[in-house]
């Protein structure tokens, strides 16, 4: 093998597993499931409505990752971003009771829904 062969497959031995997914779907498996959505509270309740919004997160099967953030720039705004295994998981968890209570809940404090978007999550960090 030339050196410069040897250099480069060297090179993508070390690298490529930095930038290779942690997770993804194998071939011919479910896709991922994802949810990016921004939605407002109404002033002065942006905490409460974050405190509603993560309990229970971890009793929703098919659920892989949900995060909710803070808007840097708005003080009532946050930012929820969800993966699930798949879009049927993600259907199933709006039928549980706990999730049906949490959603009654937190409607009373929610002022808006703004951007959003599906996606279909390939891997990353945390999946």
Known sequence: M???DR???????????????VRASPA????????????T???GKRDELVAILL??????????????AHDAGDADAIWITEVWDGQDSHAA???LPAVRAA????MPMI????AGTTTHPVGGHGL
């Open 93 to 95: 968890s709006l039928k």
């Open 103 to 106: 959603i009654a809940r937190a």
């Open 55 to 68: 309990e229970g997160v971890h009793d929703m099967p098919g659920c892989l990752s949900y995060i909710v």
């Open 28 to 39: 011919g498996a479910q896709t991922m499931y994802g949810l990016i959505g921004k939605m």
């Open 7 to 21: 250099k480069r497959r060297e090179f993508v031995l070390t690298t490529g597993a930095a930038f290779a997914p």
């Open 111 to 114: 002022a808006g829904f703004d």
């Open 41 to 43: 509270a109404h002033a």
């Open 2 to 4: 030339r050196a410069m």
